[in-house]
């Protein structure tokens, strides 16, 4: 029996098994291999995906928390940045008193580098202990950082005390790191 194959037919046999073979080569050398390899830099990306939305809820709950804690004590940031002046302070606090007077500031030192301290004594005679205690509310709510430093000396002069005490107002240096 004759088998009656036509050369076009053998063509087209021998076109399809090599391209069969380059097909099953290609995957098992090439595909099936880069395939693994993309399955585990996948989940690797995954991981990472994962890790960077871990930072950035980490960043925008910090940086949410910075502005709330910036937005409540803007009072405090501003009288860290405000040069102290000693007029403007008797001005401010005299009605507290019947006469102050506020020596010369005289630079202490630096602490940790970041803030200058300076010393402010200061003499008074006030009519009674309550307008003290208002001047030290008032300080609080004042325009510098300010800590008042013990002891604080009253004397009894006829009808009126005289008190006496230290300050130092705290003032940041204009070098350090600040956001906006």
Known sequence: MKVNISRQNIYLLALSTFLLLFVLLF???VLIPKGKEYREERNELKKANRELRKYENFDS????????????????ITAFKTDFNADR???????????LSVSKKVFIDKV???FSVYEVN????????????QFLDAVNKGDWMIKINF???????ADMIRSSFTMRVYK?????????
């Open 151 to 157: 002891p604080i000396n009253f004397k009894r002069d």
């Open 112 to 114: 940790e580098d970041e």
């Open 122 to 133: 200061t003499t008074s005679h006030i009519s009674s202990p309550k307008s003290f205690y």
């Open 89 to 99: 302070f008797e001005k401010q606090n005299k009605n507290y008193f019947s006469s």
């Open 27 to 29: 995957s098992f050398l």
């Open 172 to 180: 940041a240096s204009r070098e350090s790191n600040s956001s906006k």
């Open 61 to 76: 709950d910090t940086f949410s928390l910075l502005k709330k804690l910036q937005s409540d004590n803007r009072h405090i």
